[in-house]
């Protein structure tokens, strides 16, 4: 795997990283539902400076804990004025009671929300927004895309496109898989993931900004690993090399 200039400042981290660190800041009383907040205000935050008030968004969502960045996001930006489509990708009878009740809340701030298994209900919503937040797949995805998900992926062509974390599709750890996100911008979360450090990962990913989600330094500690020193504060930094 090719690995282009890496600059530990952002971090370098893996799957499996993401995963302890989500685990450790639990056991810690930071659970995910707080993490998940603050990754949602700073991917709405990204969103703000893409496009200008009154621009139609939508959310494309998978029904995991990506999905739930990607729906936080949405309910803010419908907040603050957006007129925003959220479309979580997946059948009703697999949704959480966590991701209902985020939806909900969502509605009630002015977003409209929908649950769907159709690859074409996704269509639709791209097809009438100025900016597409892809939160289908998360950096928990091993392996390539399932065809149903493979099918929504191939959707985000014509739209300028947001990923939270990583571009659906991208190993967190190892780069793209054949089906990939071709993202215009990528708000990665809580440090750079080692997938988009590679070349491929880069292409990918386009502009990718960095952001702080508040995971504590004794955290990162207690995994072994070095928090990123230009990510922190509540920073959302653009990667410059």
Known sequence: MAILALDKRYGDITATDVARLDTVAASLGIDTERLMEHA?????????????????????????????????????????????????????????????????TAGNCGAKTEVAHQAGVVAEALD??????????????SGPPRPDAAAVIEQFTSTMTLSVDVPSGLDATDGPTPVC?????????????????????????????????????????????????????????????
């Open 40 to 104: 949602g205000w700073q991917v709405a935050r990204c969103a703000t400076d893409l496009v200008p008030p009154g621009s139609g968004i939508a959310v494309v969502a998978g029904p995991g804990n990506n999905g739930g960045d990607g729906v936080v996001a949405g309910r803010l930006l419908a907040s603050w004025g957006y007129p925003v489509n959220i479309v979580v990708f997946a059948e009703p009878e697999k949704i959480t009671t966590a991701m209902a009740q985020r939806l909900r």
């Open 128 to 141: 009438s927004c100025e900016l597409a937040i892809d939160a289908l797949l998360g950096s928990g995805m």
């Open 181 to 241: 996100t071709r993202a215009d911008v990528t708000c990665t979360l809580a440090a750079m993931k080692r997938g988009l450090w590679t070349e491929p990962g880069r292409l990918r990913a386009g502009r990718i900004f960095v952001a702080d989600i508040g995971i504590p330094e004794a955290v990162w500690r207690s995994c072994g690993l070095r928090a990123p020193s230009e990510v922190r504060n509540g920073r959302l930094v653009e990667l410059t090399l």
